[in-house]
Every structure is written in structure tokens, then in C-alpha cells.
């Protein structure tokens, strides 16, 4: 039987999780490890100044406490499926909210398909975009499109092979759509977001000040082309983004190196 482990940056608790683990135990064996708490927007980070602990809640579900999706990953791999008895798929999600463009660097659901891509192993990270307040998945959408995508594609790996080179994963994005209302899917570049600054100053009831961060608004440079996975959200599909791990911007090795020698 295949080895499924799965994780969401939302937390043991999440919608999104249940629903992702829905739709892959029909096509194996699934190991849920994921935050106590809610991780989002954490990166690709590890706990290293505090223990962490496994806490079972059932059989192959197991809340970490305090950890990141990445720590979930990491210590998995090391705690749970030790030597060759390593997952055949990890997957990431169903995150609340989009990871699009540069969200990746942010994105504690993406950082746990890298560390699964650093690993070797088949990782994707899938996001379910909404529109309105974030409750409005549950009560309006739904996972359906998610679960289906992500159920049709993890077969396809399980069955198949994956697609990708070594230390690559495919970021998958969801249109705010039923499986009916979706036109299919799209193979995107991860677009260019426009962002701004959403800090929101309050007080509390001592005067205090403190700031709270806000959610941005899903803008992005546009082309011609539309190529792009926000391109691909607005037009109805399923964006598919290959991501890899090397951040080198090759193109500007030649430059850099005359600026070094010439200035």
C-alpha cells in the first residue's frame, strides 16, 4: 500500500486538512502530523530552541506540539518513517487561502512540500483561494474542486510517476469554484503579486499600542500572456506551478561577475 503523509499550516483542527485526508485515503495509507496551533505565514522554518513533542490523537493522526509544518515534515521522516519506509507522497493542505506568486516565500504550506522536495520525496502544496472572509469556504464552496484535483493528481504520481525533477514540487491553487463551474486546469509561472502594507494600529484597554497585520488583496503585474497562476485563478482554473528550491537567479551570474571585476 502507498504511504501518504500529509500536513496543513492551519493546524490539527483545520477543514482543509480533513478534507485533503478524504480525498487520499482511497489511494493509500495516510499519516496526518500537523501544528497544534496555526502556523500561517510561517516559511520554511524549524523549532531550535525548544523541544517538540508528538501528541496522538488517532491512529497515524498526531498533532505537533507547537511545531511548524516544516518541524511536522523534518521530524516525520525521522520519528515515523525511518529509514527505507519513507512516504511515496507528501502533500500540504488544503491551506485556507491562496499561495500565489512570491506567497511561496511566506507560505507555511509551500515550506512543508519543500521540505519534502529537500528530502526526495513527491510533495505537493495545495491552497484553496476565497473570496471574501475566510469562512466563506466552508459555507459557500466548499473542498470539492480541491479534493478532487488533488485526488486526481496524487493518483496520477502514486500510479505513475512524478513529473518533476529532484527538489522541486508543484504548487496547486484552487479557483473559488465548483468542480462544474472550473474550466480544467492551467500549467502556470508563479506571478508577480503586488503587495502593500496592511498593519493595523489598535490599543488595548491599558493604551497600549499594538499592530496588527492584515490580509492583502490578490493584485498582480499583468501580461499579455496571462501565464501566470493569479492569471489562471481569475480566468476559472486549477493553477499547476512548478517550484524549485534554487532561488539563483542564473541570469544575472554573468552580469554580477562583471560588476565585481569592473565595477
Given at each position: 500500500m502507498k504511504r501518504i503523509l500529509i500536513t496543513n499550516d492551519d493546524g490539527f483542527e483545520s477543514a482543509g486538512l480533513h478534507a485533503l485526508a478524504r480525498a487520499l485515503r482511497p489511494l493509500g495509507?495516510?499519516?496526518?502530523?500537523?501544528?497544534?496551533?496555526?502556523?500561517?505565514?510561517?516559511g520554511h522554518s524549524l523549532t531550535l530552541t525548544r523541544p517538540l513533542r508528538f501528541i496522538s490523537l488517532e491512529d497515524d493522526f498526531f498533532k505537533l506540539d507547537d511545531g511548524t509544518p516544516t518541524d511536522c515534515i523534518y521530524l516525520s521522516l525521522n520519528a515515523l518513517f525511518e529509514g527505507s519506509n519513507k512516504p511515496d507522497l507528501i502533500v500540504s493542505g488544503i491551506n485556507k487561502g491562496s499561495n500565489l506568486g512570491e506567497d511561496i516565500t511566506y507560505s507555511g504550506t509551500a515550506s512543508a512540500a519543500m521540505?519534502?522536495?529537500?528530502?526526495?520525496?513527491?510533495?505537493?502544496a495545495i491552497s484553496q483561494v476565497y473570496v471574501g472572509g475566510p469562512q466563506n469556504i466552508e459555507l459557500t464552496h466548499g473542498y470539492d474542486l480541491a479534493e478532487k484535483t488533488v485526488h486526481d493528481l496524487a493518483k496520477k504520481i502514486l500510479e505513475g510517476t512524478f513529473p518533476l525533477s529532484e527538489r522541486r514540487f508543484l504548487n496547486i491553487n484552487i479557483p473559488p469554484l465548483t468542480p462544474d463551474e472550473c474550466k480544467g486546469y492551467k500549467i502556470t509561472r508563479a506571478g508577480y503579486r503586488m503587495y502593500g502594507n496592511d498593519a493595523h494600529l489598535h490599543r488595548n484597554p491599558r493604551g497600549e499600542e499594538y499592530y496588527w497585520l492584515g490580509v492583502h488583496t490578490l493584485e498582480w503585474r499583468k501580461s499579455e500572456k496571462k501565464d501566470c497562476d493569479l492569471s489562471a485563478i481569475e480566468a476559472g482554473y486549477v493553477s499547476i506551478t512548478p517550484i524549485?528550491?534554487?532561488?539563483?537567479a542564473h541570469d544575472e551570474l554573468e552580469t554580477l561577475n562583471h560588476w565585481i571585476e569592473h565595477g
Open positions: 495509507h495516510v499519516t496526518i502530523v500537523a501544528p497544534s496551533s496555526e502556523k500561517s505565514a510561517c521540505e519534502g522536495a529537500l528530502h526526495g520525496i513527491p510533495s505537493i524549485q528550491l534554487d532561488m539563483t
